[in-house]
């Protein structure tokens, strides 16, 4: 099979959008990626919305990869306030961060 992989790197494809059309944008690039047998490389800040709409994230902090995993696996209080310098908790179900 000579068949070449393909990716796509989107920087921050969701900016100035309004969430409707943030979540619609997420959709369509999972239908694209899934469908045509993409890899998608996505840069959003948007933790909760990386959760759902990820298979793997990366934690940068100062261009470093802190850590890299599934998202219910990466995202821990612990390791979100080293990053972000302030308190965060994470609930399970349904599985999303929360800052305070």
């Known amino acids: 099979n000579n068949k070449e ?9 969701l900016a100035n959008l309004d969430l409707f059309y943030e979540i619609d944008v997420l959709k ?3 239908s694209v990626s899934r469908d045509q047998g993409i890899g998608i490389l996505l840069i959003i800040h948007d933790l909760n919305l990386a959760a759902k709409f990820s298979n793997k994230i990366a ?4 261009g470093e ?7 219910k696996d990466v995202l821990r209080p612990s390791i979100l306030k080293k990053i972000y310098k ?3 908790k994470v609930q399970k179900n349904p599985f999303r961060v929360i800052h305070y």
């Open 5 to 13: 992989n393909k990716y796509a790197l989107l920087d921050e494809p």
């Open 28 to 30: 369509i690039i999972r």
């Open 59 to 62: 934690l940068l902090h100062l």
């Open 65 to 71: 990869i802190k850590d890299y995993g599934k998202p």
């Open 86 to 88: 302030m308190n965060m």
